[in-house]
């Protein structure tokens, strides 16, 4: 019986040895998942039913009205920018609903775009405009000191807001 239970255990001890240095393939590289920016808008607008992409036409302040007929580039509602400085273009996107409205951060990687991210809501959205600059996003009233602002915190890795009105009901 001895001789059974040596015969076991060598065959026991064989038959993993074989599986330990079976070849393998190479490993497959890791997919992330990317999103062409037409996606992103669709995921933005299907997960907010009666929304719309804000455009210039919601504008219904008139010296912004007045300053985006002079300049027909700029967009009140869409903003371009590398906001968590990694060296890919992110965009801020505005949906619109009657006066409200949803800002997203939707940031960019290699060539397309990670999942957005709402930043924030404003029930006076048809009064203002959106500012990229820097490292930093400001939506405001035109002419007017009320305004909200999204900085970006490396430490937190998040766009921040900061109150740029203490007191007001932004």
């Keep these: 019986m001895r001789i059974d ?5 060598t065959m026991v001890a064989a038959c993993m040895s074989v ?7 190479p490993a497959k590289p890791q997919t992330i998942p990317t999103l062409s920016l037409g996606q992103v ?3 933005i607008l299907v997960s907010n039913p009666g929304w719309h992409l804000g455009t210039n036409d919601d504008c219904t302040n008139p010296l912004l009205k007045e300053k985006l007929a002079d300049n027909p580039t700029y967009q ?6 590398d906001l968590n400085g990694d060296g890919h273009t992110d965009r801020v996107l505005i949906i619109v609903k009657g006066d409200s409205g949803r800002l997203y951060w939707v940031p960019g990687n290699i060539n397309s775009y990670d999942a957005p991210q709402v930043l924030g809501t404003l029930n006076w959205v048809k009064e203002g405009g959106i500012i990229l600059q820097g490292q930093s996003a400001t939506f405001g009233r035109f002419f007017s000191d009320v305004a909200v602002t999204w900085k970006w915190n490396p430490s937190t890795r998040s766009l921040d807001f900061v109150d740029d009105n203490p ?3 932004n």
């Design 41 to 43: 808008v669709a995921q």
């Design 167 to 169: 007191g007001s009901n």
């Design 19 to 25: 599986t330990a240095c079976e070849r393998r393939g």
């Design 5 to 9: 239970s040596v015969l076991v255990v």
């Design 76 to 81: 009140a509602y869409r903003g371009i920018g």
